[in-house]
């Protein structure tokens, strides 16, 4: 595997976080369900992943794993599809939420971060889910190649990654323009503050994927109108149409480039056309 830049990167954009210290959310599960998913932010990223998903990925009862899987609501989701699913999250707060959320699912948990999965969960699996993780790792490029060495050949990745450049723009309108000029984009990692430590961009999904043999399928944009709205708190109404358009114009250029996180579906070659993918 190629050597990682990301401790480089980190040094560059003014990332106080000790390196090789990954993001853990202990402390935090009342947070993320109430300042993320009960709000439009987190009603927008599911029904649009449901949208995208539902019709991407088969219901065929298929092993399926999700990783950083936090609150568990794509594990629910996979497991009301037929899916029988492990949840692995390295949060003791967050699991414990998702596991009184399951009810008679087939869902197994497991606490544990990315990197014991080798070992824990080796698989292989045809299908893994892992939304917003790399960006909270200290070496998110080493996570990718764990990743793809867990899907078994022909599988399928579904990848969410914080977006690096929807982030500056972001910057810019709310007027914080000397930070977005020099790239102090990274997060820090301290208190209960979730600008993530290490957000990606698409040129570094594409340029994994060509040194890891990985084939993108599919690339979308989730949130790509709403977090740069006047108005944060839409009625039902008018969320109903934002979600419409996000819906519409999640994959379609130039849109989709500013989501604040990137959505992609990534299949592993089935063993006959490595060259092909490589």
Known sequence: MPCSDDTASRSRHGN?????QDRIFDGLADKFANSLYAT??????????????????????APALDVGGGLGQ??????????????????????????????????????????????????????IVCHAVLEWL????????????LLAPGGR?????????????SNVVKGNLDKA?????????????LTPISPLTHADIERWCREEGLVIESVAGIR??????RERSPSEAQLATIIELEKRYCRVEPHW????????????ADGTNLEETS
Do not use: K
């Open 138 to 149: 200290a070496q998110p490029r080493e996570a990718f190649s764990l990743l793809n060495a």
């Open 257 to 268: 480039r500013l989501g604040r996180y990137l959505h992609y579906l990534i299949r592993r």
């Open 74 to 127: 794509m594990s629910v989701w996979l497991a009301e599809r037929g899916h029988h699913v492990t949840l692995a999250e390295p949060s003791a707060d967050m699991l414990a939420e998702a596991r009184a959320g399951f009810g008679r699912l087939p869902v197994q948990t497991l606490q544990a971060p990315i990197q014991a999965l080798p070992e824990l969960a080796p698989g292989p699996w045809p299908l």
């Open 224 to 229: 790509i109108f709403h977090d740069y709205l």
């Open 40 to 61: 439009a932010r987190g009603q927008i990223r599911l029904a649009v992943l449901d949208d995208m998903l539902s019709r991407a990925l088969p219901s065929d009862g």
């Open 16 to 20: 106080d976080i000790p390196v090789g």
């Open 157 to 169: 990745l579904s990848l969410m990654v914080f977006n690096r450049d929807a982030l500056r723009f």
């Open 181 to 193: 000029l020099e790239d102090r984009l990274s997060g820090t990692g301290r208190r209960q503050r």
